[in-house]
């Protein structure tokens, strides 16, 4: 799933179990490195930072609290 959020002439691209139609679309709008979408097909066992000329590649991971356990 890919969504968009715009704010300040920034914008924050939100991608979750990306398809290939949302690689696709990123690369068209945004022109991202081969190497980053690829490392988007699989998931991230850690969150990190890459700075690149144009843009900033974060992954984040948050954890999900349970209720009812503990």
């Known amino acids: 799933?890919?969504?968009r959020y715009k704010c300040?002439?920034?914008e924050w691209v939100?991608?979750?179990s990306p398809r290939e139609e949302d690689l696709a679309v990123v690369e068209r709008d945004f022109h991202i490195h081969p190497l980053v979408l690829e490392e988007l097909t699989a998931p991230?066992?850690?969150s990190k930072v890459d700075v690149y000329?144009?843009?900033l590649y974060v992954i984040l991971h948050f954890?999900?609290?349970r209720h009812g356990r503990g």
Do not use: K, W
């Open 1 to 3: 799933m890919l969504a």
């Open 8 to 10: 300040h002439g920034v």
């Open 14 to 16: 939100d991608i979750t």
């Open 44 to 46: 991230s066992l850690r």
């Open 53 to 55: 000329q144009n843009f």
């Open 63 to 65: 954890p999900i609290p």
